[in-house]
């Protein structure tokens, strides 16, 4: 099982702010999935990144895998009250590892 | 078209019981995956099975844990002699294929031990 970590743990910001989050590892993944969990729910998929350096634009969110395959980040603009969750990256084989998580609250 | 499905959605139980968690699967879908969440951990996989088959239980407790995916009817992730450790939200995901990003996840099942 390949290690993920990530970054920041916790990100308070204003609505209408900017935010990144980071997943890092040490191992070289194959593909990279993000997700995003509210409370009491499962998590759901935003976007899988397969090519080193692809960048992927999902509306306001905007996901990055280093070239290297080894880490990946998810750029949120102008946040709205309705990003506010988990976000998870996970990887590996059918067997997902996830990372911790960083949890994203965007006060109104 | 049903997502994945999982009942019950909070379950209480005392040390020592039994708990059984079920999943049903989107329509379809033969692989199921059961994750289980920590508190302030991520998801950990457990076990991945197909139809009648447990392909890989490496995520799994050797003891008290066990899982099914019979031919008819939902996954069963069986937990024998709860004790307060096993308190998580456990998940189960299903996929038309074993590839990683083809997983959908159900709303979990909080399993409190007291």
């Known amino acids: 099982t390949q290690l993920l970590e990530q970054s920041p743990q916790f990100l308070s910001i204003q609505e209408g702010e900017n935010l990144t989050v980071y997943c890092n590892s040490s191992?070289?993944?194959?593909?990279l999935q993000w997700y995003r969990q509210e409370p009491g729910e499962g998590p759901v998929l935003l976007v899988t990144?397969?090519?080193?350096?692809e960048v992927k634009k999902l509306k306001r969110l905007t996901f990055q895998f280093g070239d290297a395959r080894k880490d990946s980040s998810l750029h949120i603009t102008a946040a709205q009250p309705g990003d506010t969750g988990l976000y998870l990256c996970?990887?590996?084989?059918?067997?997902?590892?996830f990372g911790a998580g960083t949890t994203v609250t965007v006060r109104a | 078209n049903a997502g994945v499905m999982q009942n019950p959605r909070h379950l209480v139980r005392r040390r020592g019981q039994e708990a059984r968690l079920r999943c049903s699967p989107v329509?379809?879908?033969?692989?199921v995956y059961w994750y289980r969440q920590l508190p302030e951990e991520g998801l950990k996989f457990m076990v991945y099975?197909?139809?009648?088959?447990?392909?890989?239980e490496s995520g799994m407790p050797k003891e008290r844990f066990s899982a099914e995916f019979p031919k008819e009817g939902p996954s069963i992730l069986r937990i024998q002699q709860v004790v307060r450790g096993d308190s998580a939200a456990y998940f189960c995901?299903?996929?038309?294929?074993?590839?990683?990003?083809?997983?959908?996840f159900g709303p979990g099942t909080r399993l409190t031990v007291l």
């Open positions: 996970a990887g590996d084989d059918y067997k997902l590892s």
């Open positions: 995901a299903s996929s038309p294929d074993p590839l990683p990003d083809t997983q959908y």
């Open positions: 099975l197909q139809k009648e088959n447990i392909i890989d």
């Open positions: 329509k379809g879908h033969s692989h």
């Open positions: 990144v397969v090519t080193g350096g």
């Open positions: 191992s070289v993944f194959s593909s």
